[in-house]
């Protein structure tokens, strides 16, 4: 079809996930008729992020800076920390605006039978952080999956005798949810944590 | 959630056919873990891409060298002309590997609705690599639409007179095709386009 240099960068972005080799045939002929107004940019917004690459020392999200610009940011609130699985997570969490304090990622969730202990985690990193003191909420913010909520599980443990609040996600109805297309786990959960009408 | 510039790469990313915002975020993310493994090739990739750009002169594909890889290959047959609307539509006939002659991109297609008349479109560069001879067969392999179909019967007109024989693509039944699934207007030309079971 085209030339080798082509066919390579199709088979780079086929690695992404989301694209397929069809889907990502047809992004690189767009890159290709659109080179001053997609391209370039695109190219320079990957270099741009490339180079300056870092890994937080302090909470694990990854951002073009080191400590990230969360941990740095002086109007965000110290004494609060919420705990998450994955950078995906914070991202998520922090698009939502409500939480105003700070993130600790795990960089994955405790799991028996992929073999994945304490020591592959974040965790002493955690417990070091809460020690240190100045924290008053430790929101656990695992995903509502039984690996998520074992590990959420085991946190409280080893968090125990700090004097943090230990706090966690409510779990329900999503918004916009439908009872009828909802999984009996979902609404025996909804159920469950019922409240009174105000 | 991240620094402007991660931002401004999810933003470059999600303009790309196939990708939208969420998509797009996922692939930054994807890429941000795998540094060495998946964003490196994928820069190095473009940038080869981007540096080497080139539409080719001859048949308006576009490709890394000019002219292209096709127009240059002695292994072509270059007595057999395959015109086609969109450089898209050159790569995805050119897997197909069976055909072995050259293209000719249009670049589009007539379309009264769109303003696009022959001026518009690869139509004298045709006719004129028509008229320097050298070509034994023009196939005629636009899209199966009304605006495709109509763009072929003007080149035929146009190209009436030249000692080439006009070909065009089969219509009917698509590979895997069950009729039950299939419209109206394909079923009609499969018909209508019936051959003696040999």
Chains 1, 2 share one sequence.
Not at 94 to 112: C, E, I, K, N, T
Not at 148 to 169: C, D, F, K
Request: charged content about 25%; aromatic content about 4%.
């Amino acid at each position: 079809m085209a030339s080798q240099e082509i066919e390579d960068l199709a088979a780079a972005l086929a690695r992404l996930p989301g694209l397929g080799p069809r889907s990502a045939r047809r992004a690189v002929l767009y890159l290709l008729k659109k080179r001053e107004s997609a391209f370039t940019p695109l190219v320079e917004a990957m270099e741009r992020v490339r180079a300056n690459l870092a890994t937080c020392d302090i909470c694990g999200n990854v951002d073009t800076q080191n400590p990230c610009g969360i941990c740095t940011d002086p109007r965000r609130d110290p004494r609060s920390l919420c705990v998450v699985e994955e950078v995906s997570d914070l991202w998520a969490l922090d698009r939502s605006r409500l939480f105003v304090g700070r993130y600790h990622v795990l960089g994955g969730r405790l799991s028996a039978l992929d073999g994945i202990g304490p020591e592959d985690l974040g965790v002493a990193s955690l417990i070091a952080r809460v020690a240190e003191g100045g924290i008053d909420e430790v929101v656990l913010a695992m995903n509502a999956t039984l690996e998520g909520q074992t590990t959420a599980h085991y946190l409280a443990e080893r968090l125990e005798g700090y004097p943090v609040r230990l706090t966690q996600l409510a779990q329900g109805l999503p918004m916009g949810g439908e009872l009828d297309y909802l999984d009996e786990g979902t609404l025996a959960q909804a159920l469950r944590a019922r409240k009174p009408v105000v």
